[in-house]
């Protein structure tokens, strides 16, 4: 993936801040964490959303707008913000094609993170001790 898709999938402000926040450890240690949770939350929400259980389908996305911000993917973030909304409101019908970009938007993120992951971890090399 080359930077510029790495960029549209996540802010890499966020991952500096992290960096700054924590060192390149921190950074690494926030970007698996949101592996492994990420996509049990999709499937979640994709099961929700299969048995028409429009409470559980928020309940299950609530928690990937913090877990997206905290790593930048802003996208991702807007899209669960949106899901969440329409379920909590009932409106159903546009939930299947927005749960299908939330799924592409988090691949995405995830990709884009594995990049950023090793870009910090080469840059760090390179600093003084």
Known sequence: MDQGAAEQAIDPAAIERLRKLGG???V?????????????RLAAARDALKSGDL???AKAVHPLKSSA??????RMLDLARQIEGE????AAAGLPALMDRLAAECEAALRALAVARQEVAVAT???PR
């Open 69 to 74: 911000g905290n790593v930048g993917a802003r």
């Open 24 to 26: 390149p450890a921190f």
């Open 55 to 57: 409470p559980a389908l």
């Open 125 to 127: 090399r390179g600093e």
């Open 28 to 40: 690494a240690e926030m970007i698996d964490l949101f592996g492994q949770y990420a996509p049990g």
């Open 87 to 90: 379920a909590a409101s009932g």
